[in-house]
């Protein structure tokens, strides 16, 4: 989709407002190809507000994205072909079956033949053998499970994740943060991995996660940020961060928020 | 994926989840039904003949069983995100409009295959001619153009069920007023080739609004 030395998503002086209230008060950020971000911040800090303008659900008030390097508002339709997203809401019909929803999705995505993706897509996601039940009938943790089959459905370049373990029960977890790991090249199976398919990961996707739990993010991330009152509070490398250490940094930009550091303090640069 | 195709994947969604909840259809038909009746009690003693309300009763019916089922629509589409993931998709926004729009048209058309047959009978009226079938595919066509539009607005505020008519019924007038007067002169014997203009109110609203939702539909749901 881009050359490796541009930055796969680039985000500058980002703003969002809903009347009065602000969500996002000039976010800049930089994720380069087959790089994991992992978002932090205390709830109203904006993290979900930038997940959906990345996605094109939503409009900025102001600032720029390109993803790809193509510009998001002028290229949206293009760039939502190489884009995965999880968000709160499942995204699923549970008016149809676990096998008709995806199917639904190939089609809007314009995959040919997409039955062998669906199935592998289904066995990883541990719903293969409930394939034809309704999605109504389904648990919270198993829709969230198909909602992460349906964002991977057409091998996106660029995973955009709201808190995609929301819901899920530990071996759930578990095999989302493996799901994760492989996409991301941290696979321990050698070298590439493979993608949920079983396939070879020929190239690490570009993943940018909002989460609250430090331990999960930290194992996926090549890059943290924190998030606070609309602004980037912190950004830097999560290579050699302990989750002691980080928490510790979370709670002196997040917990007392009148002393934060102000936007521009970015530690880790 | 072609526009089209998106379009006809969307139309083929609703119909096979409304064929398995029957949310959408068995309120709109009961409540066409239920108007039918309840008007046909209300006028019989006092009218002297039908034909002088019946046009009215048709399309008071239709409009208010659409825009019930206008409402369920979309707020299947809201209440599990599933309109999100619509968005998502790479699809041009215009092609989840036809695709809705198209949906909500079927839903509507069957209801009124139904509502005739019955309306004949109650009323002891003819309305089995290709000229009445014109002129109420061209009312709902114009119906079903706007009210996804509006449904599609509507399902982000507070009061949805409430708002929906509140900003439909307005707008839609025109079209009502001309498929009432064009029911009623076709039932009194009027030739079509007498009453072109309001053909032509009709075509020029139907196709007027389809080119202002085309234009606009991405705009009415992204924030």
């Not at chain 2, 089922?69 to 092609?95: M, Y």
Request: charged content about 20%; glycine content about 10%.
């Amino acid at each position: 989709m881009s050359e490796s030395d541009t930055p796969m998503i680039e985000v500058r002086n980002l703003i969002k407002s809903f009347g009065s209230k602000h969500a996002l008060r000039g976010v800049s950020l930089r994720v380069m190809p087959g790089e994991s971000l992992v978002i932090f911040g205390p709830n109203g800090a904006g993290k979900s507000t930038l997940v959906r303008i990345l996605s094109s659900l939503s409009r900025p008030t102001g600032g720029t994205v390109r993803i790809g390097g193509l510009d998001l508002a002028r290229h949206a339709d293009g760039i939502r072909r190489y884009l995965g997203v999880v968000s709160h809401a499942p995204l699923l019909y549970d008016s149809l079956t676990a096998e008709e929803n995806l199917s639904f999705f190939a089609g809007l995505y314009g995959m040919q033949k997409p039955e062998e993706r669906i199935k592998a897509m289904l066995q990883r996601v541990g719903l293969y053998s409930r394939r034809g039940d309704l999605v109504r009938t389904f648990s919270r943790g198993m829709v969230q499970r198909m909602a992460i089959a349906r964002a991977l459905l057409h091998d996106p370049e660029v995973l955009l994740l709201d808190e995609p373990d929301t819901g899920l029960d530990p071996q759930a977890a578990e095999m989302l943060h493996g799901l994760l790991s492989e996409l991301s090249g941290r696979t321990t199976e050698g070298a590439g991995g493979s993608d949920p398919t079983g396939a070879p990961v020929e190239r690490a996707r570009t993943i940018v996660t909002v989460t609250h739990s430090i331990e999960r993010g930290l194992a996926i991330a090549d890059k943290v940020l924190i998030l606070a009152n609309g602004r980037v509070s912190y950004e830097g490398p999560a290579r050699g961060m302990t989750a002691t250490g980080f928490r510790s940094l979370y709670d002196l930009h997040c917990a007392l928020p009148s002393q934060a550091p102000r936007n521009g303090a970015r530690g880790g640069r | 994926m072609s526009f089209w195709k998106a379009v006809t994947a969307i139309i083929w969604k609703d119909i096979r989840a409304e064929l398995r909840t029957k949310d959408i259809f068995s309120s709109m038909f009961v409540f066409a039904l239920l108007s039918v009746i309840v008007f046909n009690f209300a006028f019989e003693l006092r009218v002297p003949d039908m034909k002088m309300v019946a046009p009215g009763i048709i399309w008071v019916a239709v409009a208010f069983s659409g825009t019930l089922g206008l409402n369920r629509a979309f707020v299947i589409e809201q209440d599990k995100g599933s309109l999100a993931g619509l968005l998502l998709a790479p699809v041009d926004r215009a092609a989840i409009y036809f695709g809705k729009m198209l949906g909500n048209l079927v839903f509507i058309f069957i209801v009124e295959i139904i509502l005739l047959p019955l309306v004949m009978i109650f009323f002891n009226l003819s309305l089995l001619t290709w000229q009445h079938l014109l002129v109420l595919f061209l009312g709902t066509y114009g119906f079903a153009a706007v009210g996804t539009v509006f449904s599609a607005i509507a399902v982000n505020t507070r009061a949805r069920e409430v708002m929906l008519p509140i900003l439909l019924f307005p707008v839609l007038l025109p079209v009502l007023v001309a498929g009432v007067k064009l029911t009623g002169a076709l039932l009194d014997g009027e030739p079509l080739s007498e009453l072109l203009n309001w053909i032509q109110l009709i075509v020029v609203y139907d196709l007027g609004f389809t080119v202002v939702a085309y234009l606009t539909f991405g705009f009415v749901v992204e924030e």
